[in-house]
């Protein structure tokens, strides 16, 4: 038998990253099933882990240091607790959101509830709200029961009206629990001796409102029990709740467990209680009843929380697993009911909770209860049953089939009241009862009830409602979710503005146009509006083109313009010609409307040429020309400018072409100038880039419009830099007498061809010639102005160009004067009468060039005597005196302001000493050097560099180049030094001889400078370095008398130069000289190589620096016991370094004892002592090492340990890493050592996975294998290790010994998945016979996806599928197993998995597999399969196959869902089988098939009852003829009746009626006139009657026709005798009247009449003996055919 729970494991925690010792009650908490919250530490750091269950592989891990946290329900929203401070973080926002530090310690905190905290402290219990900036608030204080309890719970009912406190404390070797109890409203406090408890809400049967239950449970020594109880008082009409105790079953072998956890699960009122050591107990909450118990976990379950997916709990336990229970509705209600045999409980459980299961129990309950006549009892259980099982129209019939007695309400009435009362009617119920009730004219009944929504809409109640109040009828097809009714209903109440928001809102699309139509033809104004809501949307949603057509077939133009112009505003491509089709219809009605559109610019793709033609007719003429392509249509309309807006004309150009616009200028101009000539302008100006200038010019110079081409150029030339252009304007501003614009041009414009202007205006002659002065001034033309303006004698324009245009053109015009022989007088008076500003050079210049500079003395010496310093003036000056031999000289030393370069210059050729002086003054020294170069003045050149100083010009003389240079030097060195007492001549004379690269001149200077016994210089420092560095660099041999002699230089200084100039000797010489020793051994050493001059020159020396050089060298000469003994000589440790590695290099390690033990004393570094301690390894005295390494040192003992290590000393690195206590390295020096016991040990003590690897390979290498499984088992525990552990294993082909090693790690408290996982796959490879076990005991523990893989490749395919469940890749289990079934197939497997695919290909695959393999079992396989398969399909392949008999069970029990190709195939079947009683039921029972070919297939067939469902078919479709016609053939009379009179045909009866004379069936033709009366025609049937001589048989028929009539007749005579005013006051009668309901008048009434029982002989009744017929009123219920 199925379990009742469903039990679920979620997540192992030690599969996300947590470790074992961090899954407690104190570390980890879980407020609800969102979130689980753990503290722990990882490498001594704290930090907290947050694990979304929703997203489980992704925890968030965060540094916090707290004693305790705790995660909101619902949100990212943690609260953190430190001692007394309590703190609350938004995790996703990084904010803190409140804080508060207590007064006392809180030992236990909960959320309960999103916006609460409970605090728990040893006296009191707070409640802190999250609410705004609240503080914590006391609730109540601790009762004394819980002082010494381990607080390890708090509850709170929904209102947080009851509180209670739950701890346990060891009493009497047992766990004893104590709770506090809390009335919030009474304030309160009882305690209780209880474990765990919860509180929880329950409706109780007949009550209205839920009480709140509070159940507990204890374990005392007696015995353990579980209460139920109701806390506070019941509100009134409520009935208290009774309690509850029962006992709590604990097996024998835990005597010591005790409840731990209890939740209520809200949706199935069921308690789920879980005990310490891992059992769960269900009890049902109202009865208190045992459901369920049994153990889930071999852990205990430290914390829960309830699992709102399936209301059931959620819990974890010690070893991580996190797990959840929950109620099975499958299962539950079988299980109660077979398992614990107790039928009222599953009863209520199904009742109350709508499972299914009990469907036997309600039906037999129903059944009993009906059958004693509780038909209010027998209501009851019909309305309670689970998914509706006894709703069905047949339990309707059953309780209208049952006669009401006298007195009392009918039972069908009760089974309606209470469905009425306890729940909705389904749809075939609310058709039942609505039926009637609209009849009586109760309308306000079914608007109660669809308002307390007690009926299930349906299209068929809708329609039935409509017959009486279409609004009404609206609110049903709204609620049934019927779109078409509803927006046909909308439409028939003239609600269209509904339409479309109803019609968008459940996505259906009516036929909009027909509606429009309609509501147009009602209010046009409401139609505009809907017409409008169609296109609000992006996409319109009736086509335009037809709503535009609804609105010209009402002639509403003017509605119809402002439709399109809010359809059409977002001009679409597409739409172009609904806006032609709306401009069109405007400019034929409305021109001024058209025109505002086209203002608007709002549609850009309606044909243009068809409206511009509109546009032109319509007179508007601009429009038309916007629209207007071909250019003969433009020059037409463009030359009627006065028609136009200049300004658009102006703008209209701008879209042209080039060609185009000039033809219609041409063509404005040839139409009327003086009209057009304006705007021509204008045009010309805007458009002239585009138009090009010269193409206007044509045009205007075409109609000689000088006017016209003067304000076209005027409004272009300030911004054209053409030429042409500005000279084109000055000639029209000319010819039209703009003399002053001339004149502007002319000074301002800078694009002219002043040649051209000027030639124009020379043959102009103008009377004003300021223009031509302008242009000549501007563009250097003075020169032809001059010769002009002289020739014409126009000297007065000379005057007015240099006074007043221009002065500085004075030059210029003086030049000309003087080149037309112009006197001299005429000349200096003009020179003298200009005031303004002019170039003296220039002026001098002109007058120089003609040779008449003396003509401007007086001008000069006037402008010097004014003392004007302008240098043209006195360069003027200086050449008048030079040429007059005026005391020239003194006048060039003495004026400061003639230009140097320039006199000089003019001085060369003719006095080259006035030049050197003019050139001096200067200091022009380019042009002095020349100057004496030329003319042999080296004396004067000599004394000037010397003074000058400079040496760059020094460089510039001293070149190789200069030829000259050999002269020169003779004269610095003989005369210019020789004069001078200033050493910074001396020094920069000296630095030019330096830089020159002259050595020898430089000491031929220097010797006579410096040796020279007289001279003031000898002992000058610089210049005794000078001549010893010059001899260095020109004359080496000299270098050493130098030293000798000489005694005040730099000695250090002029050695290293020595040295630098490899002149050893000399060094060591200056340095020898001066005592500087260490300078001069390392010449000797560094230089001179010599080390036996060195050793002797240290000997003599004996200085401990000295021998420290000395050392070094040899040192690095490798010389290493001499360095030694010299460093030793010299006490000097301080080059250990290097003294070290020399000695390790050559192994001099004996001469590097001494030298260490040496250094050791002078300083405790402890490099050195550590080389000392390698220096003992390496020269095997043990006894010195381990004596060094036992005393106090500094030495690097593990360093030297790994150099031991490295270089194979074992022993050395044994003593050294013990001597450390470093068992990592120890044991890998043991494992070398070959003491593999001792490895191990050091192994273990060390405790590290490196050093484990190493002594477990070197183990397995040695075959040692069970101490390489102890090494093992401490590696496999880290899962980065496993995999090469298990690659070094296999490369051994040692496969058993790995499996031995991984099974035994199974049984660690650190085992993670990959060995389980690992294990699984040698498994595979090895042991095939136990992988199988392995995973039904592990499978929730290892990788499925890799063990997968192995599987696969090992073709294990029963694990395969196993493993594909478990991973729940349902899809490859069931293909696994169809293609390999005998290992892999399980047909219990099969069936569960096989549901539970994605691909619902596999479906109809697994049906092919069955038919293959299993075909007897292909109904089972096809009734799990029911719920997701396409039956269409499922037939279609069984058809295909053959097989269809073979699952008639199949097609039985899916037949409900009313499929066509299901319902087909079985009436084929059932075709085939003859089998025309249950076809005929499953034909009334479903009518989704192809009723017209089934009954055209059992037309033709042999049996009669085949036939007769064929004519029974045609009935139900209206096809009456062929249904008489097909049951006239097989004589089925009464058939015939019955459909005849169905189908409402009068020519159909009488044919009949007339078929029954032609054959001689006469009482078939009285019972035709008793089933069909109200078709036949009286005078019809008096004539058959007549004819056939039976009016006997007529009678009846005809009476009853005469009273029928004659009744109607007196009716309508008293009508008309009534008086109006009476007719009007009396009240309406009702069109039935005093007719009972349907559901208390039985059959007979509402619904069509029942076939006429059978006649003996005729196949009918005798019409006195049935019941009277709806469609027949007999007269007092009395019969007037007479019995047979």
């Known amino acids: 038998m199925a379990l009742p729970i469903r039990f679920q494991e979620h997540l192992q925690l030690q599969n996300v990253g947590i470790n074992v010792p961090a899954i407690g009650f104190a570390t980890l908490t879980m407020e609800s099933d969102k979130f689980i919250c753990v503290r722990e530490k990882v490498a001594e750091t704290a930090q907290v882990v947050i694990i979304d269950l929703a997203d489980a592989a992704n925890p968030i891990r965060r540094p916090i240091t707290a004693d305790s946290a705790i995660m909101n329900p619902a949100s990212k929203v943690i609260a953190l607790k430190a001692g007394k401070s309590l703190q609350i973080f938004n995790i996703e926002m990084k904010s ?73 404390a060891a009493q009497q070797n047992r766990v004893a629990g104590n709770m506090q109890l809390y009335s919030v409203e009474r304030k309160v406090s009882q305690p209780l001796e209880g474990h765990t408890a919860a509180f929880a809400q329950f409706l109780v049967p007949g009550n209205t409102e839920a009480s709140t239950l509070f159940t507990f449970a204890v374990r005392t020594p007696t015995g353990g029990k579980l209460h139920v109880i109701e806390v506070g008082t019941p509100t009134a009409p409520n009935q208290p709740f009774q309690k509850k105790a029962v006992d709590v079953y604990f097996p024998p072998e835990a005597q010591a467990d005790f409840p731990v956890a209890m939740q209520v699960s809200t949706k199935y009122d069921v308690v789920y209680l879980i005990t310490k050591f891992g059992y769960i107990h269900l009890y049902d909450l109202e009865s208190a009843t045992c459901i369920f118990m049994n153990r889930i976990s071999g852990e205990t379950i430290f914390v829960t929380a309830v699992h709102e997916a399936t209301s059931g709990i959620i819990g974890v336990n010690r070893k991580g697993q996190v797990l959840s229970v929950s109620v099975d509705e499958n299962n539950i209600v079988p299980y109660i009911t077979n398992t614990l045999q107790n039928p009222d409980l599953a009863l209520r459980i199904a009742t109350r909770n709508d499972l299914a299961g009990a469907e036997d129990l309600f039906v037999k309950k129903f059944n009993l209860l009906f059958s004693q006549g509780q038909f209010a009892e027998a209501a009851r259980v019909a309305a309670k049953t689970p998914k509706g099982i006894l709703r069905t129209p047949e339990t309707i019939q059953r309780f209208q089939m049952v006669p009401p007695q006298p007195g009392q309400t009918s039972p069908l009435l009760q089974y309606f009241g209470i469905l009425l009362e306890t729940s909705q009617l389904n749809k075939y119920e609310a058709l039942q009862l609505c039926t009637p009730v609209l009849a009586q004219g109760k309308k306000q009944l079914i608007e109660k009830w669809l308002k307390e929504d007690k009926l299930e809409c349906s299209e068929e109640l809708g329609e039935l409602v409509k017959q009486f109040d279409p609004t009404l009828a609206l609110s049903v097809f709204l609620r049934a979710g019927i779109p078409g009714k509803v927006i046909q209903c909308f439409a028939e109440t003239g609600q269209f503005q509904k339409i479309v ?145 200049p300004e658009w004309l102006v703008n209209y150009f701008g879209s042209m072409s080039v060609e185009n616009s000039l033809d219609c200028l041409k063509a404005m101009l040839q139409a009327n100038i003086r009209q057009n000539l304006q705007v021509v302008v204008k045009i010309a100006s805007k458009y002239h880039e585009q138009l090009k200038v010269t193409a206007l010019i044509d045009l205007f110079e075409s109609f000689k419009s000088y006017e016209g081409l003067f304000y076209f150029l005027g409004s272009i030339v300030n911004f054209s830099q053409d030429q042409e252009v500005h000279f084109k304007y000055i000639q029209a501003a000319c010819k039209t007498g703009q003399i002053k614009e001339v004149e502007r041009i002319c000074r301002e414009s800078n694009c002219y061809d002043a040649e051209r202007v000027k030639n124009f205006l020379k043959e102009a002659k103008l009377t004003d010639q300021l223009p031509l002065i302008i242009v000549c001034d501007r563009f250097d033309l003075a020169h032809d102005l001059v010769l002009h303006l002289y020739r014409n004698n126009l000297q007065k324009y000379i005057e007015i160009y240099v006074q007043k245009v221009n002065p500085s053109r004075l030059p210029v015009v003086v030049g000309a004067l003087l080149d037309v022989d112009c006197s001299d007088d005429i000349v200096k008076n003009l020179v003298l009468s200009v005031k303004g500003a002019f170039s003296t050079d220039e002026l001098v210049a002109e007058v120089e060039k003609r040779n008449r500079l003396k003509l401007l003395l007086p001008l000069l010496e006037s402008r010097a005597h004014d003392s004007v310093q302008e240098k043209a003036t006195h360069n003027a000056l200086a050449k008048i005196y030079i040429d007059s031999n005026n005391n020239p000289e003194r006048f060039l030393r003495e004026n400061q302001f003639y230009d140097s370069r320039i006199v000089g210059r003019y001085c060369e050729k003719r006095d080259p000493h006035l030049a050197c002086v003019a050139y001096e003054r200067g200091q022009c020294d380019q042009e002095l050097i020349k100057v004496c170069n030329e003319n042999s003045l080296f004396k004067m050149e000599a004394r000037y560099l010397v003074r000058r100083r400079d040496s760059e010009l020094w460089a510039t003389v001293l070149d190789t180049n200069n030829t000259y240079r050999r002269q020169l030097i003779d004269q610095v060195v003989q005369t210019a030094l020789s004069e001078t007492q200033d050493p910074e001549d001396v020094s920069v004379t000296v630095r030019a001889f330096m830089s020159a690269d002259l050595p020898n001149e430089l000491i031929e200077l220097l010797e006579k400078i410096v040796l020279d016994e007289t001279s003031i210089f000898r002992d000058h420092r610089n210049l005794q370095n000078l001549l010893i560095l010059t001899a260095v660099n020109a004359d080496k041999s000299r270098v050493m008398e130098y030293i000798n002699r000489l005694d005040n230089y730099d000695a250090p200084d002029i050695a290293k130069i020595a040295i630098g100039s490899e002149l050893y000797e000399e060094a060591f010489a200056i340095f020898k000289k001066f005592d500087v020793n260490t300078s001069a051994i390392e010449v000797l050493i560094n230089h001179i190589r010599n080390l036996d001059r060195a050793y002797e020159f240290a000997e003599r020396c004996n200085n401990p620096a000295v021998w420290s050089l000395l050392a070094k060298a040899q040192l690095g000469a490798r010389m290493v016991k001499e360095a030694i003994d010299s460093y030793i000589k010299a006490d000097d440790p301080s080059s250990y370094t290097e003294v070290i590695q020399v000695a390790n290099d050559s192994g001099n390690f004996e001469d590097l004892v001494r030298y260490l033990q040496m250094a050791r004393k002078k300083t405790r570094e402890t490099f050195i002592e550590t080389e000392l301690v390698f220096a003992f390894a390496k020269t095997h005295r043990l006894a010195d090492l381990e004596e060094f390494i036992s005393g106090p040192n500094h030495a690097q003992i593990l360093q030297v340990g790994e150099r031991c290590y490295q270089e194979g000393m074992y022993e050395a690195a044994k003593l050294l890493f013990n001597n450390i206590s470093n068992f990592g390295r120890l044991a890998s020096t043991l494992v070398h050592l070959g003491e593999f016991q001792a490895a191990v040990d050091s192994a273990r003590k060390a405790n590290s996975t490196r050093t484990w690897k190493e002594v477990c390979c070197a183990c397995v290498a040695a075959q040692e294998f069970r101490l390489a499984q102890v090494c093992g088992l401490h590696i496999v525990v880290h899962a980065d290790e496993l995999e090469e552990l298990i690659n070094f294993y296999q490369n051994k082909g040692y496969f058993f010994e790995l499996i031995a090693l991984l099974e035994a790690g199974l049984g660690l408290e650190r085992a993670h998945m990959g060995m389980f996982t690992e294990l699984a796959i040698l498994y595979s490879k090895y042991k095939p016979t136990k992988m199988k076990e392995h995973l039904e005991l592990f499978w929730s523990r290892v990788n499925i996806p890799k063990v997968l893989r192995a599987a696969e490749q090992a073709h294990l395919w029963s694990e395969l599928v196993f493993l594909y469940d478990k991973y729940e890749e349902y899809d490859n289990a069931v293909i696994t197993m169809m293609n390999h079934p005998t290992e892999a197939w399980k047909e219990s497997m099969f069936k569960d998995v096989v549901t539970k695919v994605a691909n619902i290909e596999l479906y109809y695959k697994a049906l092919q597999f069955y038919l293959d393999h299993k075909p007897l079992l292909v109904n089972d396989l096809l009734v799990i399969l029911t719920p997701r398969m396409d039956h269409t399909r499922a037939v279609s392949f069984f058809q295909r196959c053959g097989h269809l008999h073979l699952v008639k069970p199949y097609l039985k029990a899916v037949q409900n869902i009313n499929n066509k190709a299901v319902n087909e195939a079985l009436n084929q079947v059932l075709i085939e089988e003859e089998d025309y009683d249950n076809l005929r039921k499953s034909i009334d029972a479903y009518d989704n098939f192809d009723t017209i070919g089934l009954a055209q297939q059992l037309e033709k067939h042999e049996l009669l009852e085949f036939r007769r469902i064929s004519a029974y078919l045609y009935k139900n479709n209206n096809r009456w003829a062929q249904s008489v016609d097909l049951c006239k053939k097989d004589k089925l009379y009464r058939d015939a009746m019955q459909f005849a009179c169905e189908s409402r045909n009068t020519e159909i009866t009488e044919g009949l009626i007339a078929w029954f004379l032609e054959i001689g069936k006469k009482d078939c033709f009285a019972a035709c006139l008793y089933t069909c009366y109200d078709l036949l025609r009286p005078d019809v049937i008096m004539e058959l009657a007549w004819r056939h001589n039976i009016m006997d048989f007529a009678m009846p028929f005809l009476i009853q026709v005469t009273k029928e009539y004659l009744t109607k007749v007196d009716k309508l005579h008293q009508t008309s005798a009534e008086k109006p005013e009476e007719h009007h006051d009396q009240p309406q009668a009702p069109i039935i009247t005093n007719l009972p309901l349907m559901i208390t008048a039985g059959p007979g009434m509402g619904v069509p009449p029942p076939m006429v029982p059978s006649v003996p002989g005729m196949g009918m009744m005798p019409p006195g003996m049935g019941v009277p017929q709806a469609g027949i009123p007999f007269m007092a219920q009395q019969p007037f055919f007479p019995q047979y």
């Open 96 to 168: 803190r959101m409140k804080a508060h530090n207590m007064t006392d310690e809180v030992t236990f905190w909960k959320w309960v509830n999103v916006n609460t905290v409970a605090l728990v402290t040893e006296t009191s219990v707070y409640h802190w709200s999250m609410e705004g900036d609240s503080q914590p608030v006391k609730m109540f204080d601790r009762h004394s029961n819980l002082a010494g309890c381990q607080i390890i719970s708090y509850r709170t009912d929904a209102a947080l009206k009851w509180l209670l406190l739950i701890g346990i």
């Open 501 to 645: 928001l109803y019609a968008k809102k459940v996505s259906y699309t009516p036929d909009y146009i027909f509606l429009l139509r309609n509501v147009m033809r009602i209010n046009p104004e409401q139609g505009t509006e809907f017409a409008k809501m169609l296109i609000q949307d992006e996409e319109p949603l009736a086509d335009l083109n037809q709503i535009v057509d609804v609105f010209m077939e009402m002639n509403m133009v003017q509605q119809c313009t402002a439709f399109l112009l809010d359809a059409l505003k977002n001009n679409r491509p597409t739409e172009g010609h609904l806006q032609t089709r709306l401009l069109e219809m405007n400019l034929m009605t409305a021109p001024q409307v058209a025109d505002a559109i086209l203002g608007n610019q709002m549609f850009t793709h309606y044909d243009k040429a068809h409206i511009a033609q509109l546009c032109e007719k319509a007179g508007l003429l601009q429009r038309a020309l916007e629209h207007y392509t071909d250019i003969y249509d433009i020059k037409r309309a463009v030359v009627h400018t006065h028609m136009l807006n």
